[in-house]
């Protein structure tokens, strides 16, 4: 069995990438990355290819790519029905735990936490998900218990486990080259609530990759996210996305908000001031806020130009990271065009309809994404919350 940790220190990121006019060379996550994921469209362990992705550019001044992904809305695994932001991880229902081996690609590994392989401990596909799936079962409510403490019938209470994993696994139904899941700390069984620990792993991804074409992003409940188990997606689009140089304006601290963008939201930077623990800290304090609000939103990580209300004209480069709070969608997914989750809030637009496709305008984007983004008078009242929290 192949060994799957990828081990990894503050030495491995890389903080400048090249141009968009200058292809990167691919750094070692970049090689082990890719060569997995091409092994898993030949072994044929996706529900489809992506050979017929058809991909086009609207016009406008938003820039929105706009690619036709027909299989992915007929042939992917039926989202699953939130009723919540606070709904419990339930493991009768479909869970990371309960993938084929054969979608994991690799167990990233940051320099506190690698196993000692003197020891024999480095873990093979069959070792990254325990037997029974999640963590210590005696940690575990039984679904009696839990229907008496009032939450939904099946859900558990869980405890973090030390030495809980963070797995990177194919996306069985891709978006784009290389789609792939984050999922932290994957026996700890987590519900889809962003946690400080997997938003820094997510940080840390992005910069293990010397391409600008790489983003991760993220779902909250009720903000079109598919399955409660903690996760991230990931992937390449060989497009820059507006996002990426929009202009900011400052709220509080390290906190700025979004210019000249169709939804309102919230941005941080990457800088001298901030360090990667710092940035997911920041995140996590307004993720965190939103939730405990009942405030569905998405993150989307990327490289782009440094925040400013100049950002499209500055030189040097960033990391962004994007939170819209936004409107809350509860029950199946059912726009015959497409949702409004991180990637369409980013100005990338997965379709899923010829007739869709074919007649998608600029205009028409706008106004579908406005109908989610928060009202200029509701985000007024956030940002007077966002300015009371420590960062």
């Known amino acids: 069995m192949e060994e799957l940790q990828f081990k990894y220190s503050n030495s491995d990121f890389i ?35 992506l050979d017929d992705l058809q991909t086009k550019l609207i016009p406008g001044p938003m820039k929105y790519i706009a690619q036709l992904n027909l299989k992915r809305a007929s042939d992917r695994r039926k989202p699953q029905e939130m009723l919540s932001l606070s709904q419990p991880f339930n493991p009768n229902k479909f869970n990371f735990t309960k993938i084929n081996d054969k979608e994991i690609l690799i167990e990233l590994c940051p320099d506190s ?21 999640c963590a210590d079962p005696n940690t575990n409510a039984t679904e009696e218990e839990s229907e008496e403490n009032g939450v939904l019938e099946g859900a558990v209470k869980r405890q973090k486990t030390t030495n809980s994993k963070h797995v990177v696994i194919i996306n069985v139904s891709p978006l784009e ?52 188990h903690l996760h991230f997606h990931a992937y390449h689009l060989n497009y820059e996305l507006k996002i990426e140089t929009v202009p900011t304006k400052l709220v509080h601290g390290p906190c700025h908000e979004l210019l000249d963008w ?21 995140i996590y304090t307004v993720a965190n806020h939103l939730h405990s609000n009942e405030i569905a939103h998405n993150i989307f990580l990327t490289r782009g130009a440094p925040l400013g209300s ?37 100005g990338h637009l997965p379709i899923y309809s010829r007739e869709g496709y074919a007649n998608l305008t600029e205009e028409w984007t706008i106004g579908h994404v406005n109908e989610v983004s928060l009202s200029e008078q509701s985000f007024d009242v956030l940002k007077e919350d966002i300015k009371k929290l420590q960062f």
Do not use: H
């Open 15 to 49: 903080l400048r990438t090249p141009s968009w006019q200058n292809p990167s060379t691919k750094s070692k996550f970049d090689s082990v990355l890719m060569g997995r994921w091409d092994n898993a469209v030949t072994n044929g362990c996706f529900r489809y290819t």
């Open 262 to 282: 169709p939804a309102r939201g919230f941005i941080f930077q990457l800088d001298e001031a901030t360090n990667v623990q710092k940035l997911a800290r920041c």
């Open 177 to 228: 080259y290389c789609n792939i899941l984050l999922v932290p700390n994957i026996q700890d069984c987590l519900p889809q609530m962003f946690t400080q620990e997997g938003i820094q792993v997510a940080l840390e991804m992005l910069l293990l990759s010397s391409r600008r074409s790489f983003r991760v992003c993220g779902n909250s409940l009720g903000a079109f996210a598919s399955v409660n």
């Open 310 to 346: 100049e950002a499209d004209g500055l030189q040097g480069e960033t990391v962004r990271a994007i939170i819209w709070p936004r409107k809350s969608c509860f029950g199946a997914k059912t726009d015959e065009v497409f949702n409004v989750a991180v990637c369409e809030l980013a």
């Open 113 to 133: 936490s690698i196993k000692n392989k003197d020891k024999g401990e480095a873990i093979v596909a069959n070792d990254c998900i325990t037997s029974n799936g």
